[in-house]
């Protein structure tokens, strides 16, 4: 059955083989308070690295037992999050986790090209699942937050994990929509050009696992009323499970406006690493660090 709300994702794990988390320079509240929650209802068994004495402090002040986590010392940030990369190369850990580092440092280690997690031409891309209170559905996108500019072979990739991730959340074949200012395929705009191109790739078989069509405006991509008025044909038009964004400035607009202004709830990570890798912002609250925690963990490889 497909999870049509964030809270669902908690439940689905239930039963299931539990995920190892490593959390990088895990030595604030918000992060502890999330792994710990994630914990406590069964989804993760969770390892932090950072400064074991800050870690246990925080703990105390959050009433927050350190027990339930295995702690690795490591004071200095950089090779805090080495160090979580390396417990990952030695299959140690399933799900990667930002703490309380910047993002460029926990994104260094990552893509540090002896001792990181990527592959050889692997993209890395960030995919967010946002929950809006006047939506029946959940909202799978990509990108909103590491590429600013993706090109045609990019923009595939952003397509097919974003594809995963609906597939994760028990959507068999989910229903993509890359999406433009307009439905029209004009020659003179390279978004349209090449949502035409992938979504006639994925007609033909080059993307597999969904139903993919674009250009579509977001109006048409997520409302049956605007499709219809718009003569749009198609089960993409007006129900479309994913959205992929032209751009980085488009998406994040959209991520945005979903959290600040529409009351969305979200979860998101960080994709084409050999693990799921949880980049929540240092702002972020409690809930949205632990519905990240159980969308990692439903996309983590057994």
């Not at 007006?238 to 600040?260: H, P, Q, R």
């Amino acid at each position: 059955m497909a999870i049509t709300k964030l809270d669902q994702m908690l439940e689905a794990l239930k039963g299931r083989p539990k995920r190892r988390l490593v959390a990088a320079f895990a030595n604030d509240g918000h992060t502890l308070a999330a792994v710990h929650d994630a914990i406590q209802a069964g989804v993760v068994d969770g390892i932090l690295t950072g400064d074991e004495a800050a870690i246990r402090r925080i703990c105390a002040e959050e009433g927050i037992d350190p027990a339930a986590f295995r702690i690795v010392h490591e004071p200095v940030d950089v090779r805090a999050a080495a160090l979580a990369v390396a417990l990952i190369n030695g299959r140690e850990a399933d799900v990667l986790m930002k703490g309380s580092l910047s993002t460029d440092r926990y994104m260094r280690a990552i893509l540090d090209k002896e001792k990181g997690l990527m592959e050889p031409g692997a993209i890395l891309s960030h995919v967010t699942v946002i929950e809006l209170p006047r939506h029946p559905k959940l909202l799978v996108c990509g990108d909103v937050a590491v590429i600013p500019q993706p090109d045609l072979k990019q923009k595939v990739a952003i397509t097919n994990y974003v594809i995963a991730t609906a597939q994760a959340l028990g959507i068999d074949r989910p229903k993509v929509a890359l999406l433009a200012a307009s439905e029209q395929v004009l020659p003179n705009y390279s978004h349209c050009i090449e949502a035409a191109a992938i979504a006639k790739m994925a007609d033909r078989g080059q993307i597999k696992g969904a139903l993919v069509d674009g250009p579509l405006a977001l109006d048409a991509a997520v409302d049956p009323e605007a499709a219809g008025i718009k003569g749009l044909q198609g089960p993409v038009a007006g129900d479309a499970d994913g959205l992929v964004f032209a751009d980085i400035e488009g998406g994040n607009v959209f991520y945005k406006t979903c959290s600040k202004l529409a009351g969305a709830e979200l979860a998101a990570m960080v994709v084409g690493a050999r693990v799921p890798c949880i980049l929540s912002s240092r702002g972020d609250s409690t809930r949205t660090k632990l519905y990240s925690i159980a969308l990692a963990a439903l996309a983590a490889k057994a």
